[in-house]
């Protein structure tokens, strides 16, 4: 009694993504759109310096902080650190734009006056300056009448 041996071969069809390799191959390169006008948003606080760049709608260009760039602790809040990030701003938009901006300020540090002085300096045109800084309008709740 011999045993005879069954073999089945199955086909395994595999569909050619020939589309899709050709996608791969050729990928486009980023398009680096140019801004004539747009928004440099200023934010300052006791702990950090945030500069972001957006177009005239809004989209986000470019930003950069001092936290980013290195700065550690109270050093952050620097007007040193400030110019810096501006000059890290202005470094990354220089082909593209927007160099025709209205800067929004927002915050109270001493990094506010020194960011501004340098948009100017890097060939910023600022078309207008706006101060968005919160403020209160009735202070803080007292406290309660302490009772002994």
Known sequence: MAQKKTTTTTKKTTATKKTSAKKADKTPAKKSKSFDAGRV??????????????????????????????????????????????????????KSGPFNVDVI???????????????????????SIKDVTPVPHNGPKPKKVRRV
């Open 41 to 94: 948003y200023i934010n300052v606080s006791f702990n950090n310096t945030l500069i972001t760049v957006t177009d005239t709608n809004g989209n986000v260009v470019a930003w950069a902080s001092a936290g980013s760039l290195g700065f550690a602790g109270p050093k952050k809040a620097t007007p040193f650190a400030a110019q810096k990030v501006v000059a890290t701003i202005a470094e990354k938009i220089a």
């Open 105 to 127: 300020v927002s915050g109270v540090s001493v990094g506010r006056d020194s960011a501004i002085r340098s948009l100017i300096n890097h060939g910023f045109n600022i078309l």
